[in-house]
């Protein structure tokens, strides 16, 4: 396993282990997803440098566009919610107190 790979596998368990264990709020859980959807970017970027093909070039850039769309809907969701229920604390999030 190179270092580059190590990295790239380390980051995202690292947002992995943060969204299992860490969540308390919401914003914190969506920075766990940002982090581990920046490391899958990072991940193919690189496998399509060492690949030296430009079939796989696009690739990168639409998962980077995907994740620039979900960041903003959670964005969206955590302003949502945060009017809604005063918090963004998961535990007040409960579909029977609406």
């Known amino acids: 396993m190179s270092p580059m790979q190590y990295a790239v596998s ?6 992995l282990t943060g969204l299992t264990f860490h969540r ?5 859980a ?11 970017f990072v991940a193919l970027s ?6 030296n093909a430009s079939n796989f070039s696009a ?4 998962l980077l566009a995907f994740s ?3 960041a903003s809907a959670g ?5 949502a919610t945060a009017r ?3 918090s963004d604390r998961l535990q007040t999030l409960n579909l029977l107190q609406c």
Not at 24 to 28: A, D, E, F, V
Not at 59 to 62: A, T
Request: include cysteine; aromatic fraction near 4%; proline fraction near 2%.
């Open 10 to 15: 380390a980051a995202f368990l690292l947002g």
């Open 24 to 28: 308390t709020h919401l914003l914190s």
């Open 30 to 40: 969506l920075l766990c997803l940002e982090g581990m959807m920046l490391s899958l």
């Open 46 to 51: 690189v496998w399509s440098l060492q690949l």
């Open 59 to 62: 690739s990168p850039l639409l």
């Open 68 to 70: 620039a769309c979900e």
């Open 75 to 79: 964005l969206a969701l955590l302003v």
């Open 84 to 86: 809604t229920h005063g």
